[in-house]
């Protein structure tokens, strides 16, 4: 009886263990996600924005490739005349190389100054 009150008494610390590690590994990987940006270029303002004393922010979801290239780009949130002035800004924008494609969130903001 006391045997197998210890082996359950074990199965039970040994499953807490890897319990405790699974969301530790998904935050690494997350973290190791992110990858930095070595190349930003300038976000130019659209004419027509500008004209009209627009002012937004563009968030984008870029699929960056393992050499660092933008592969592609999905808008999250917008302002319509401002969207495809940041997709072809964003477009010239270099990340770090990373061993796989990797999703990066951007926010492209626009104020006339």
Do not use: C
């Not at 302002?79 to 924008?93: E, F, K, S």
């Amino acid at each position: 009886m006391k045997t197998l009150m210890r082996q359950g008494a074990v199965g039970v610390l040994l499953l807490a263990a890897v319990l405790a590690l699974v969301p530790t590994r998904f935050a690494a990987e997350e973290a190791a996600a992110r990858r930095r940006l070595l190349e930003r270029g300038a976000t130019p303002y659209p004419s027509l924005a500008l004209s009209m004393a627009l002012q937004g922010v563009v968030k984008l979801d870029v699929l960056v490739a393992p050499d660092g290239t933008v592969k592609s780009i999905e808008t999250k949130g917008r302002h319509p005349v401002l969207v495809q002035a940041a997709m072809n800004a964003v477009r010239r924008w270099k990340w770090e190389p990373a061993p796989r494609e990797s999703h990066e969130l951007v926010e492209v903001k626009y104020s006339p100054e």
